[in-house]
């Protein structure tokens, strides 16, 4: 094992520094509104009282973080007024000056600092081959591409403008400490996590149940077996006190200054709609095309007034608020309810038949895929919580790995329309191609059966030859066909104009098939391991 340590030494600074490199060479690229956005909140949290952050309204991009993440901005604003000080002025809406773009850029490049080194620390979680005759066979060698050149990570951070791979650090960085038994300093990465980006609540229940059975209840190895049945109240003060202390730490001054309920408003803006503008691929979006379909067939029957009809389910597209004409209209708790449902089992089966680390990672991965399918007006970018850390069990399981290509590929591709300007087409498909031809190509050799030792002995799975089923092989196909379809053919023909918001329909109705379906098949994973488990115990 010391060798392999000297081999990761050599090659995983390489990959960091040449995608960082790749990186530097988007940030004349294009960039989303979520540049201005994040421009405004520096102007905000340099030049405003802390008493006027959540209030601030002079641009309709306010301030809809949690405070540590304000803090964040402020830190980097002391950085900012020495590129361009302009850009940190209120008033100043839509400020993109060469120094500010530079500024920004780098900005989101040395915060992912935090994400190279939380990959470094996933690599060392995974258990490379010994008899592994080159570094392209090694699981963590595999498990470091699939991170740090993530094609959604990239076109999202570095391209569209976000911080998710500083935010994301703190996530993978968490799970490793979990996964090294570190379970007090994982706990704290995600206490700092929660607050500084609350979408994170997605996978908290996951975070809640597994650290309250795994580690409030401590083994009990009498008899020769395994009893979770002595109960630590001291963990659970220590837990209780992380989780406390970092959200005092954050929302503290804002409860001193009675401003609790206008953060809170802030951060959970239901009066957004059901789904964003460009739906995310998930069930909302079936049930939607479902809604306008029924519409439409009715109409046509002349069963239906068109006149009686909402105009955005007839003629606006892919609209934010929505309002549906024949299902009914689906409200903030109904999407709650379906979630709770959702991950209910999952979380049963972890409390009920503790498994460690790799359990956890699993329920982490239903809960997170479950928010996603079901959640309340979900952004489509947050499919990346869940292909990142699948990443984790797709270097040691075949099934997982199937589930990752199926997955990431879908997810990766509904993101294409965040980058819809013709100079982007180019990059954005070679990005794609590179990432989804290195995944298929490096899991296929990691676990082919001439070479592969399943590193979870007990997998039902090690009898699978292919990491793919001829359904998924096909459906993969059609988004290709789909691909070509959006991004070359329809930009030509008539239809441009009649019809603007058609590859947008189809992307995120296709895609949501195959979104839906991964979290089908995680789900059965889940359950039949638990099932294989219980039937080893009896």
Not at 28 to 57: C, G, K, M, Q
Not at 177 to 183: F, L, T, V
Not at 222 to 234: A, E, L, Y
Not at 518 to 530: E, H, K, Q
Request: aromatic share 14%.
């Amino acid at each position: 094992m010391a060798a392999t340590a000297v081999d990761r030494g050599s090659w995983f600074p390489s990959l960091a520094v040449g995608v960082s490199l790749l990186k530097a060479l988007f940030i004349n690229s294009y960039h989303s509104t979520d540049f201005e956005v994040h421009r405004n909140w520096l102007a905000i949290a340099h030049s405003l009282p802390v008493s006027r952050w959540y209030h601030e309204n002079t641009s309709e991009w306010t301030l809809d973080y949690p405070p540590l993440f304000a803090w964040f901005e402020f830190g980097l604003s002391h950085v900012a007024r020495h590129f361009d000080d302009k850009m940190l002025a209120v008033d100043n809406l839509n400020y993109a000056s060469p120094a500010t773009v530079l500024f920004q850029r780098l900005s989101v490049i040395f915060a992912d600092v935090l994400f190279i080194y939380a990959a470094r620390e996933c690599c060392r979680c995974v258990r490379d081959r010994k008899a592994t005759r080159d570094v392209f066979h090694r699981p963590s060698f595999v498990l470091a591409v699939l991170l740090l050149w993530n094609f959604g990570l990239l076109i999202v951070d570095h391209i569209h403008f976000q911080y998710n791979g500083f935010l994301f650090g703190f996530l993978l960085l968490s799970v490793a400490k979990h996964m090294q038994s570190q379970h007090l300093q994982g706990a704290l990465l995600f206490a700092i996590l929660l607050n500084l980006k609350h979408i994170y609540l997605y996978v908290a229940p996951a975070y809640g149940v597994f650290l309250l059975r795994s580690y409030c209840f401590t083994q009990d190895h009498r008899d020769g077996s395994i009893k979770w049945t002595s109960f630590s109240p001291f963990r659970l003060l220590a837990l209780g006190g992380i989780v406390a202390g970092v959200c005092a730490l954050s929302f503290g001054p804002f409860i001193a200054m009675g401003q609790l309920p206008q953060v809170l408003s802030r951060l959970f803006p239901f009066k957004r709609g059901l789904c964003h503008a460009y739906w995310a691929p998930n069930a909302w979006a079936l049930y939607n095309v479902l809604d306008k379909s029924l519409a439409t067939l009715g109409v046509g029957l002349k069963l239906v007034n068109e006149t009686t009809l909402p105009r955005a389910s007839m003629t606006g597209g892919l609209v934010r608020e929505f309002q549906h004409a024949v299902l009914p209209s689906v409200t903030p708790s109904v999407t709650l309810v379906c979630t709770l449902l959702s991950i209910l089992p999952a979380l049963a089966s972890i409390w009920r038949r503790p498994r460690g680390a790799g359990g956890f990672l699993r329920c982490l991965l239903v809960c997170a895929l479950a928010s996603f399918t079901f959640g309340w007006h979900v952004h489509e970018k947050a499919v990346l919580i869940a292909v990142l850390p699948l990443s984790l069990l797709a270097v040691e399981s075949r099934e997982d790995a199937g589930i990752f290509l199926l997955l990431s590929t879908t997810g990766h591709y509904s993101l294409f329309p965040l980058l819809f300007t013709p100079a982007e087409l180019p990059i954005k498909c070679a990005l794609m191609l590179m990432f989804t031809i290195f995944s298929f190509a490096a899991l296929g050799r990691l676990h082919s059966t001439k070479n592969c030792k399943m590193l979870y002995e007990d997998s039902p799975f090690s009898g699978q030859a292919s990491l793919l089923r001829a359904p998924e092989v096909a459906y993969l196909s059609g988004l290709l066909a789909l691909a070509v379809a959006c991004e070359l053919v329809f930009p030509l023909s008539p239809w441009q104009r009649k019809l603007p918001f058609l590859p947008l329909l189809a992307t995120s109705v296709y895609a949501s098939l195959g979104v839906c379906y991964s979290f089908v098949r995680l789900y059965v994973t889940l359950l039949r391991r638990d099932g294989v488990r219980k039937s080893k115990q009896l």
